[in-house]
């Protein structure tokens, strides 16, 4: 089973930028589809960007325009680039496969103060 685990998480200003990184145990060269999601507190974890093995990436409304979703398959990394970041933002982020395939990891905390 691979296992993934994210950083690059922190405290940020309202505006600011983050860049979020998910490295997995194994190769995720033959994975389909790999995604970005996020869960507040007393929210439903969500999906808000994935990116297909060929490139075509998908994002949640909420974050088009501001998050950049990447993947480097020969480093079985996916990256998510957030700026203008914004207090509804905050979150813990996790990465998976869409949909979620593996066993969570631990994600990286996001906060964005105002």
């Known amino acids: 089973q691979v296992q993934l685990v994210e950083s690059g998480g922190g405290l940020v200003q309202a505006g600011g930028s983050l860049r979020l990184s998910c490295a997995a145990s194994g190769s995720i060269f033959s994975i389909n589809a790999m995604g970005w999601y996020r869960q507040a507190p007393g929210k439903q974890r969500e999906l808000v960007a994935s990116i297909t093995r060929v490139g075509r990436i998908n994002y949640a409304d909420s974050v088009k325009g501001r998050f950049t979703i990447s993947r480097d398959n020969a480093k079985n990394t996916v990256y998510l680039q957030m700026n203008s970041l914004k207090p509804e933002d905050t979150a813990v982020y996790y990465c998976?496969?869409?949909?979620?395939?593996?066993?969570w990891g631990q994600g990286t905390q996001v906060t964005v103060s105002s």
């Open positions: 998976n496969t869409n949909p979620g395939f593996f066993s």
